[in-house]
């Protein structure tokens, strides 16, 4: 059986953050039988506004790799799990959104950090791009943060020194527990295979914070110019479908 792990923003999903261009991506490669998982820094709650709008009922990775949310049904054995949310089984990776917050509360002026958690959502919107609905979903933050605006990048060496990973995503910096979207794509190929023995791993992403991920694969793909030895660059996703039969 094959998977896919796909980025969303800039990615999947373009700058005005509809779902429709992506509609028929993820239609095809459901027809060729992949399992899609998105694997993005986004929350749970965008990541379940995209998720119905594409009608993927797939696991789903979260926030950087923090979580892997997977549908209780989707497995027909039992696995460790750190808690149940909903319909879902929750894979708890990385560190808790009030921890990681305080450590940023107590940064925030001497580098003049911006993120969701001391922004309005007129901020978040400005910062982002994101309309009002979707950015009201992007601060139901439960595991990581997001830097939109810095004085100077020796904030990274501040937050790694309280124990925190902080990765780039396209725009913006991640600040997350010790955890990656390779790592959290690791453990899902191994739930995969125990059940269908050999799986055939593909991801797209676009950020140099997708590369974990393109460690974990067998094959990859860079929308954009990054370079990465074990990836493909593409032009946009919808490239993907004329390389990956």
């Known amino acids: ?12 999903i373009r700058d005005d953050y509809s779902p429709e261009p992506a509609k028929a991506v993820i239609d095809e490669l459901k027809r060729r039988g992949f399992k899609i998982i998105f694997n993005s820094s986004k929350t749970r709650a965008e990541q379940e506004y995209y998720r119905k709008a ?22 027909p054995f039992s696995f460790n799990f750190t808690r149940e949310v909903g319909k879902y089984f929750v894979m708890e990776l990385g560190g808790k959104y009030d921890v990681i917050k305080q450590v940023l509360d107590e940064l925030s002026e001497e580098f003049g950090l911006k993120y969701y958690g001391n922004s309005s959502i007129e901020e978040v919107m400005e910062f ?14 439960e ?17 790694k020194s309280k124990g925190l990973k902080v990765s780039k995503g396209s725009r913006f910096y991640n600040v997350h527990g010790n955890t990656d979207k390779g790592k959290a794509a690791h453990f899902l190929l191994l739930l995969y295979s125990k059940f269908f023995g050999d799986v055939e791993a593909y991801a797209v992403g ?18 954009g110019n990054l370079k990465h030895p074990n990836a493909v660059n593409i032009n946009s996703i919808e490239e993907l479908l004329e390389v990956v039969k």
């Open 1 to 12: 059986m094959r998977v896919i792990f796909l980025d969303l923003d800039k990615t999947l």
């Open 128 to 141: 982002t791009g994101l309309p009002r609905h979707l950015a009201e979903l992007a601060m139901m933050r």
């Open 54 to 75: 594409l009608d993927v009922d797939d696991p789903f990775i979260v926030e950087t790799g923090s979580a892997i949310y997977i549908p209780k049904k989707h497995f």
């Open 206 to 223: 676009d950020g140099l914070n997708d590369f974990p991920m393109f460690e974990v694969v067998d094959k990859a793909f860079i929308v």
């Open 143 to 159: 595991y990581s943060e997001t830097i939109f605006r810095w004085r100077d990048e020796q904030f990274i060496e501040a937050i």
